[in-house]
Nanobody
Framework: QVQLVESGGGLVQAGGSLTLSCAASGRIFGDYGMGWFRQAPGKEREFVAYISQSGAGTSYANSVKGRFTVSRDNAKFTVTLQMNSLKPDDTAVYYC?????????????????WGQGTQVTVSS
């Protein structure tokens, strides 16, 4: 069992930065790849970023590549999403999630555990 709690959301102006954190409980955190997803009002939940169990592998949605950076600290059971050059289109509820598989990490169905989400609002 893994419990996930996101924090760090808020209101920021376009061009600004935010850092989201996800704290995980459970001693098997290092067995899971971690993903970030987001859901804007009226839209499907979409993949944002992924980091492998060891942290050696990462992947990003094209819409955030070059602006967002995902990292993790397995000793502290945390995963972080650094978001720079934010745009109004980045406005959404952001979720972290844990997956035991090493493929299909851009698919929601691959994730077993989800956090409650944190709101990010980017004003123009």
């Amino acid at each position: 069992q893994v419990q996930l709690v996101e924090s760090g959301g808020g209101l920021v102006q376009a061009g600004g930065s935010l850092t989201l954190s996800c704290a995980a409980s459970g001693r098997i955190f290092g067995d899971y790849g971690m993903g970030w997803f987001r859901q804007a009002p009226g839209k499907e939940r979409e993949f944002v970023a992924y980091i492998s169990q060891s942290g050696a592998g990462t992947s990003y949605a094209n819409s955030v590549k070059g602006r967002f950076t995902v990292s993790r600290d397995n000793a502290k059971f945390t995963v972080t999403l650094q978001m720079n050059s934010l745009k109004p289109d980045d406005t959404a509820v952001y979720y972290c999630a844990a997956t035991p598989v090493q493929w299909g990490w851009n698919l929601r169905t691959r994730y077993d555990y989800w956090g409650q989400g944190t709101q990010v609002t980017v004003s123009s």
